[in-house]
Structures are given as C-alpha cells and as structure tokens.
C-alpha cells in the first residue's frame, strides 16, 4: 500500500502518466488531497472513477491520522492531540496559537510535529527521551499529522500559519523521511506552506545540519544546546559527546552563512541545573558576537526530577544575555498544564490506559 501523501507533485505526475492517464489528472488529486482532505479516493469525485479504481488496485490510498486523545489548555490556545497512524503508531501533535491582542505580532497556528516515536537522544529531562528508540515516521505519517490540524482549522475559518519540527524525536535521526515531508509540504502544488515558516529542531547532529544547508531550501534551524560548556552539556544530553558545544555554534554559524537564515539556539532553563547567573556569563561569553539569538525555556514539569526556576532566576538569566549583546528571549509556555512537553501525554496516558492508549 502506497499512501498518496508520500508522493511529492513530481511523482503524482509520474504514478498517473504511468497509468495512462493525462498528467493533469495528477492537479485533481492533489488539489482536493490537501485543501478538502479526503479520507478516501472515492471522497475524490471529480476524478474519472476508472481512474479511482486504478489507483485502488494499485494498492494506492489516502492515510488519513486518527484522534485517539484531545486535551485543550484552560486558555484555548494550545491543543495536544495524540494520533493513530496508518501504521499504528501512536503520535503525539499540537497546535499552538497567538493571540496578537496577548503578545503583540500576527495570529499564529503553529504545528509541533514529530518524526520518531520515542527518541534514541536520551534527554534527561525529556519525557520522550526517557521512552528510548522506538521507530522513525514515515514522511506521509509527518504529512498526516499536519493535515489533520488543517482539517480541523479549516472548520474554523483558520489555517495554518508555521510548522515546527520539535515533537517527539530527533528529525536529524529521520533525515530523509523528515526532508521529503518538507518538500512535500512547501510544493506550491502540495500543501504550499511558505519555507520561512518551518523550523527544524536538532539537537546537534552534524550531518544533517550540514546536509540541510545544501537542499537550497529557506528552512529555520534551531539547535538545543542547554549548556555553555561540554561537561554540563553531556550530563543533560548524554549522546551529546560527538560534537562539542563549540562545534555546534560553529555549525549554526556555517548554516546561517549558507542559508541566510539565522539559527536559534534553544536552551532549557532547569533550575538549579543550568539558571546560575555564573552560567548564564559562561553562556553569554560563548556566544557574544556571533550574531546567533537564544531561546530561553523554562522546563516544563515531567516525569524526570527538573524543576522549572523561579521567575526572578529567569529574568536575570536573560539579562545577563542582553547585557552581553546576546540576542535573546524567553520563551511564552503554552500549555503546561496539558503535557505539552514533548512525549509528555503519550507517557501520561501509557501510565493511565496501557500501550493502546484505547482511551480517547
Ligand atoms: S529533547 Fe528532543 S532530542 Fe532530546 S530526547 Fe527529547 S525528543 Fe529527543
């Protein structure tokens, strides 16, 4: 079985003049695949019905994620859902929005996907870390995730306006799968998302940031660092010791220099941990100058001992980053109180229900 979500508009093109058919027929099947989201070739009517049953023979569908657990924070501003895929995987999926009249800027609805199940990064104050490896996501299962949020904006006169790689797992560990849902969903005869309005979260795999600067794409890099030197860094992040912290800014700085786009460097503020203002001048020493910008987040409460600092530790962390020139900001919590750390409510609910997660 082939789902028709996989294939980029170039392929659609190919499967149908393969078939016989004229290659604008591929036009009638991708329109309606990502602006009416059809759970079937048959919701497809406009296409020729022999063309339909063609493409059924062909072991051809239209994979379509079920919601199996919905949770909406008290505000309404951030929805987590978590997902059963064609392959029946459990995934977990939210959906950010800004409130311009909250913060200021344009209405956002923001996409937080994931690429794996569970994560071989081993994060020790990751929910999903703390699952290990399970399985990659196929580039269509990426796809779905983001379909099934349009779908639902759509009823509300909504749409989706930014895409971020930052759910469950490491997308540089799903390199190709997590590349073709890209490409697949900024193909101006796709799903047509703008370049600029996705980022790539890693935790620092060379080769796939080295491999992302040369798609010649206008992708947003994020790096978690977490730490200003090696030693902390490698207590926080135990699969860290192949790059140093040092190599990983050098690795932002060659992206920005290829790609234009300025790189972010995500860091979790975990109190006691890594919110000392010692640390915080180690921090701002290292990247003083390099143009780079941070993103300070106070850790969400998980599973593991962190705990979030205390609101004074975080606006002095931040200012001892502005004072030393380091571009920075702390990062809005949406939805503490859903899970909305990644890999957060696929554990809560395992902890509730059993694997099958057969609660919804
Ligand atoms: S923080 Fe990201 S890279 Fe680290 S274990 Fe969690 S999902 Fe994996």
Redesign the pocket.
Known sequence: MTDLYRLLPEEMEQLVMDMGYPRYRADQILLPLYYKFPKDLNDIPQLPKKLRDDLIAGGYTIGSAKEIHRIVSEDGDTTKLLLNLTDNNSVEAVLMQYDPSKIGGHPRSTICVSTQIG?A???V??A??QMGFETNLKAEHIVSQVIHFAEILQQRGEHVTNLVFMG???PMANYDEMIRSVKILTHDRGFGLGQRHITI?T?GIKSGIEKLAEENLQIGLAI?LHAPNNALRKKL?PTASPNSVEEIIELGGNYFKKTGRRVTFEYALMAGVNDSPEIATELARLLKGNGSHVNLIPINPTAGDFQRPSEKNILEFERILSEAGVNCTVRIEKGTEISAA??QLRTDLAGQTGPNFSKS
């Open positions: 994560c990064m081993g994060c104050f990751c999903t870390g469950m797992g490491e979260s935790i978690s992040v990644c890999g």
